[in-house]
């Protein structure tokens, strides 16, 4: 009878665990470090999958589960965290193109969306109201400079070992203003 007292405890444990995952979701930046030679190919398909074909490409990605089992599988060649809406706003407008390869413009966001200027379309993607893939014509990665004065540390070690590789956490904005 005890066996049958624990199973709703352990289930309403899981469900409140499952409610705070949910409620912790964010937009992260990961920008792609290092490139594919002697890469595994699992690896190489989830940088695709993100988008991330190149060396010192970005992209913009609302943290649900399965993201971040893809971030997980990829940290050894990314870097990645929580980006600020103002940078959102500086990428958007320095960064982002469209087909075509033209850039964005306020007068595309207020035609194409339901948003009046870049800087709201920014605020947006911030809270997660929306993401690039939604953007009719958007491409959904922004192509950077490789970092002025460098990346701080090895790009083959982690943030850990007095590397640039993984979870940066606030300093992906750090590498994204030398590289815009």
């Known amino acids: 009878m005890s066996s049958n007292a624990n199973t709703p405890t352990k289930t309403t444990k899981s469900i409140s665990s499952k409610k705070s995952k ?8 990961i920008i792609r470090i290092r490139g594919a030679h002697g890469m595994n190919r699992k690896i190489l ?3 695709h999958l993100l988008n991330l074909h190149r060396v010192n490409s970005a992209t913009l990605v609302k943290t649900t589960p399965s993201v971040r089992g893809m971030i997980q599988k990829i940290k050894d060649y990314v870097a990645y965290g929580p980006i600020s809406s103002d940078m959102i706003k500086k990428l958007l407008e320095k960064r982002a193109l469209l087909e075509g390869n033209k850039p964005l413009t306020d007068h595309y966001v207020r035609t194409n969306t339901v948003y009046k200027s870049i800087s709201d379309l920014a605020n947006a993607i911030h809270k997660g109201k929306i993401t690039l893939k939604e953007i009719n014509g958007l491409k959904p990665i922004f192509r950077l400079h490789p970092p002025i004065g460098g990346y701080p540390g090895s790009i083959k070690k982690p943030v850990g070992a007095g590397g640039s590789l993984g979870k ?6 750090l590498y994204l203003r030398k590289m815009i």
């Open 22 to 29: 949910i409620l912790e979701e964010e937009t992260y930046c």
């Open 45 to 47: 398909h989830t940088l």
């Open 168 to 173: 940066v956490g606030d300093k992906i904005n």
